[in-house]
C-alpha cells in the first residue's frame, strides 16, 4: 500500500542543526529553572521535609546520573528522535515499544498543556496587579500558544536562538540573589544546616523527593534532537551530563542559598504564613537586593515559563514525528517541512490538541495552575518517571542480547539496574502521595492515575494493529537512525 506524502514535505529533520550549547539550553528550557525554584520548591518546601529539601535535591541528582550513564551509552549506538519510544523498542521489542511511544506522546503532550496553565494564571496576575489590565487566563494562554505554534513550524535552531537568551538571563537573575545572600550570610551566617540529619528527615522526606524529581523533568530530552545534532554520539552524552549538572547545581545552590537567607528554623513557618509561597522568591529578592531585581525576576519568571512552554513543544512534536514515521500513527506525521525540515505536522497537531484542552478547561471555570497545571503536571511526572524505568530495563536488556558492542558492566548493568530500581521507588511514592502533588481528591488523584495504563494499553493496541499489517515496519519500530 502506498502512502500519499506531500510535495512540499520530507521525511527527515535538519541534520547539523544543533550543537551542544543549543540542546543543553533546549533542555534546561524544558526544566523551567526559575519557574521551578519560584514555584515549585516554595511548596515543596513547605508539604516536604523543609529545610532539609537540598540534601534530596543532591541524591536526586546521583539517581539521575546513574540513569544517564545507559541513557547516554545507549544513545551511541541509536540515533532517533524516538526518545523513551525507541530505546524501548529496540530493548524490549515492538509491544512494549508502541506502549512507551504512546505514553511518552501523552506525557509531553498534558505537560506543555498544563504549562499554559499556569503561564496563563501567572501573566494574568500579574497583569493585573503591574497595569491593571484584567484579561481571562485563556487569552494570555491562546497568544502564547499562536507564537509558540509559528516557533516550532520553523527552523528547529530559531527556537534554539529564543531559548538560549532566556536560560541565560534566568540563570545570572537567580544567581545574582543567591551570591547576595551568600554575600550578606542570610540569617545567621553561611552554614550547612540544611544537610543536618535532623533536617533531612523533618517532615515528609517522600513527598521533598518527589518535588526534586520532578524538577529535573525535561534533561532526558536530550536524545529528541539526536537526528538535528552535530556528531550526535558525541553531542548527546556531553549535553545530556552537562544539563544534569548544571540544573542539579542551580537547583542546589539556590535551594541552599534560600535555606541560608531564612534559617533552617524559619524557612517553613515563614512560607506557611504567606497567602501565596510563590512569592516567597519575591521577598527574598527585596530584602537581599533590591526591588529592581524583583521585577526582572517577575518578568522572567513569565519568559521562563514560556520558554518550557517552546521545548515541550518541540518535544511532543519529535514523538508525534518519530511514531508516525515508523506506522503506529498516520503516516503524515512523520514528515518535515521542505524548507524548515521541522516536524511541522505533529508541531500542529499538538497546537491543536492543546487549545482544545485548555478551551475545555476554561470553559469549566477550572483554577489554571491549581487545576489545569497541577493536575496534568504531576501525571505527566509519573509518565517520564515510569519511561525512565522502563528505559534502563531496555538498556540492561539491549546490552545483554548485543554483547559484540563490549559494553561495560557498570554501563550496561549496574547503573541501570540500580536506575530502575530507585526510579520504581520514587513512582511508588509518587502514587501513593499524589493527592498532595495534585492538590485535588483522592478519587480525581486516582482517577488521573488511571489514564497512564489506558495510554499503555492504547499504545499496545496500536503495536498489535501494525505487527498484523505490516509485520516489517513492526519489527523494525525505533529503529530509524542516522
Known sequence: MSVFIPVNSSTELKRGALGVGFIIFFVISAASPLSVIAGGFPIGIMLGNGAGTPALLILALLVLLAFSVGYTTMSRHLTNAGGFYAFTSRGLGGLAGGAAAVLAMFAYNILQIGLYGMFGGVVSGTMESVFGLVLPWWSYSLMAMASIAILGYRKIDLSARVLSIVVIAEYL????????????????????????????????????????????????????????????????????????????????????????????????????????????????????????????????FMVSIYAGLLAFHNAAARYFFAIGRDGLLPSQLGTTHRIHQSPHMGSALQSLIAAVVVLIFAAMDADPILQLFAWFSNLATLCVILLMALTSVAIYVYFQRHPQ??????????????SCLALLTVLVLAVVHFDVLTGASQLISYGLCAVIPAALIGGLFLAVRLRRTSPQRFMALGSHKL
Open 405 to 418: 558492542l563490549k559494553v561495560g558492566v557498570w554501563r550496561g548493568k549496574i547503573l541501570p539496574g540500580f
Open 173 to 300: 537573575a537567580i544567581l545574582t540573589l543567591d551570591f547576595a545572600i551568600l554575600k550578606t550570610g542570610g540569617d545567621s551566617g553561611i552554614n550547612l544546616d540544611a544537610f543536618d540529619r535532623s533536617h533531612v528527615f523533618s517532615g515528609t522526606p517522600s513527598i521533598g523527593l518527589l518535588f526534586c524529581f520532578a524538577a529535573f523533568i525535561g534533561f532526558e530530552a536530550t536524545t529528541i534532537y539526536g537526528e538535528e545534532a552535530k556528531n550526535p554520539q558525541r553531542t548527546i552524552p556531553i549535553a545530556t551530563y552537562s544539563s544534569v549538572l548544571l540544573i542539579g547545581g542551580f537547583y542546589a545552590l539556590s535551594v541552599w542559598s534560600m535555606v541560608v537567607g531564612v534559617g533552617a528554623d524559619k524557612i517553613v513557618p515563614m512560607l506557611q504564613a504567606l497567602e501565596d509561597p510563590t512569592t516567597f522568591i519575591y521577598g527574598m529578592s527585596d530584602h537581599f537586593v533590591g526591588p529592581y531585581l524583583t521585577q526582572i525576576i517577575r518578568v522572567l
